[in-house]
């Protein structure tokens, strides 16, 4: 895995975070803005936060899929997990072990160890 396609990763992993908890808490102040109380507004607030989380969470997803040669499975489950609430969470782990593999395979190459 070259610098550039690492980078890639390394921003998905860091926007996916912040992009699944921003959907939960919006859901969250969407429904007690309808059920509880419509005198305070947090989704006003929240609403265009999370729409430029999601933004940039697409952005980095396209960047990603593009350098990584993703299938076409792979790439649109990494896209359905910004849609899915928490699901940044999951695509967070699932690239935090894709790089660690990647590294560990740069690594074996680099010394010269063939699996057996």
């Given at each position: ?47 265009p936060?999370?729409?430029v ?41 699932r ?22």
């Amino acid at each position: 895995m070259d610098l550039k396609t690492a980078s890639a990763i390394r921003r998905l992993r860091l926007i996916s975070v912040p992009e699944g908890i921003s959907w939960i808490v919006l859901a969250v102040c969407t429904v007690i803005k309808y059920t509880v109380t419509r005198e305070v507004d947090v989704a006003r607030v929240l609403g265009p936060i999370h729409g430029v989380l999601f933004v940039l969470y697409v952005l980095f997803w396209l960047d990603a899929w593009n350098r990584t040669k993703w299938s076409l499975g792979t790439g649109l489950l990494y896209f359905a997990y910004s849609i899915i609430p928490g699901g940044g969470f999951i695509a967070e782990r699932r690239l935090r072990r894709e790089s660690e593999a990647a590294v560990m395979a740069a690594r074996a190459r680099r010394e010269g160890v063939v699996n057996a």
